[in-house]
């Protein structure tokens, strides 16, 4: 669904990204890992073309967006649903307008028939009832469903998850990790999740990539991970401070 070729990407003169190369494959759950701050969150930015790459192709669905336009790429950003790390719920709308933003604002669906879906979505995240409450008054867990039922709202063909377990309890981390499943499941929705929680990656990830400073530096099944003879994939997962990745 998405593949990206030699992706270079810089910012302020400084090279965030380089020689990036990596595929998410149709109705899998593709897995970043690495350390904060080491590229994860601006390479989704990337893919969604929000920030433009310096040189290299981004593919989805066989079409090369680092040569479309913007109102091409706009029309193909509909296709992604996106769950942000702190969930950007819009404080002042009511949970229900939350989720049914982009069925109101957009796709110009009638209230009672957005309300309907919205309903149904909360539902399937295991929310019920809340619809008219606002986002303040959810706790951590609730607010990421909510944001997991509006990126459904639109039928996106993927989602991509920007940490969605960070900051969660270990029992609401095991129920985002569900629903992630579920979605390959259940909707045959594809995943791109970003996340340094290793125990989230091996219970979701079809396949791992993993970044250090701009740069894949390893890559495989979540076997392969686990049993990697890659010195900097054994110090990340292993969670041990010496090793070649330099604080």
């Known amino acids: 669904m998405i593949k990206i070729e030699n992706l270079y990407t810089i910012l302020e003169d400084n090279i965030i990204h380089k020689n990036i190369s990596l595929t998410v494959d149709k109705g899998k759950t593709t897995v970043i890992i690495?350390?904060?701050g080491c590229g994860k969150s601006v390479l989704?930015?990337?893919i969604l073309m929000l920030i433009k790459p310096a040189s290299g192709k981004i593919?989805?669905?066989n079409q090369d967006l680092t040569k479309l336009n913007e109102e091409e790429i706009k029309n193909i950003r509909l296709k992604?649903?996106?769950v942000f790390q702190g969930s950007a719920l819009f404080d002042s709308l009511t949970v229900y307008e939350n989720v049914a933003f982009g069925l109101l604002k957009i796709k110009k669906i009638p209230e009672k028939k957005?309300?309907?879906i919205a309903r149904e979505l909360l539902e399937w995240v295991g929310l019920k009832n809340i619809e008219y409450k606002y986002?303040?008054?959810l706790s951590g867990g609730m607010r990421k469903r909510v944001g997991i039922a509006r990126a459904l709202s639109m039928n996106p063909d993927i989602i991509i998850f920007d940490e969605p377990t960070t900051g969660l309890d270990p029992v609401m981390t095991d129920v985002i990790d569900n629903l992630v499943n579920r979605l390959k499941t259940e909707k045959k929705i594809t995943s791109l999740v970003v996340?340094?929680?290793?125990k989230s990656a091996y219970k979701i990830g079809d396949y791992i990539y993993m970044m250090?400073?701009?740069e894949i530096v390893g890559e495989g099944t979540i076997e392969e991970i686990k049993n990697s003879s890659n010195p900097m994939i054994k110090q990340f997962i292993e969670g041990k401070a010496e090793g070649p990745i330099k604080i």
Do not use: C, I
């Open 212 to 214: 250090e400073k701009g």
């Open 44 to 46: 989704l930015k990337v």
């Open 114 to 116: 957005a309300l309907e």
């Open 59 to 61: 593919f989805f669905e």
């Open 195 to 198: 996340t340094h929680d290793m």
């Open 80 to 82: 992604m649903g996106v």
């Open 135 to 137: 986002p303040g008054q």
């Open 34 to 36: 690495g350390r904060s």
